[in-house]
């Protein structure tokens, strides 16, 4: 099974656990490229609107053929109880060449995992996601990841 990991990371938290991923599971990896500023306080301020009002900014166009991939890992971190608004603009770009789609999410909450996002990710992409994670940012990603890989290797042996 051909997999594209695509991650979206504002301060490098989900960019380490998407190349983690990505080794583990030896697939290709991108990154989303925004071409809205998330820094600085204004930038927060910003992310926290766009996820809530659900606003997709600008993203620089993607150098792969996501038709060419069986699965993507969409991975992203929380943004006000949302996924971040340049992951959003991800799905609706190009979630018509989505065949299967999984996530991983990187939070500051130590306990809540903001299940309710894969879901509403669904609704939008219309399909529902074959495998997903929620990761704490200073828990110890590897056997989680380990884990995680592991399922999604056994994905392409079930079918
Ligand atoms: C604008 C903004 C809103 C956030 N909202 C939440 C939240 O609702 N729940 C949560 O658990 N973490 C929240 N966080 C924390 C991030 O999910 C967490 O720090 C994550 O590790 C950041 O990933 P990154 O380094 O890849 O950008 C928020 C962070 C930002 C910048």
Redesign the pocket.
Known sequence: MRTLIVY?????????AAERLSTFLKADIIQIGSLEK?NGIFG??K??LQ?RIGKAPEIAEINKDINGYDLVLLCS??????I?SPARTFIIKYGDNIRKIGYLL????RK?E?KAIWNAMDDLLHIKHVAAISLY?HSDFTPMLEDFANTVERLSKDE
């Open positions: 979206y990371s504002r301060t490098g938290n989900t960019k380490r998330f927060f301020i992310a926290i996820a971190p929380v943004w006000a109880g949302k971040s990187v939070r500051g909450d809540n903001y940012e």
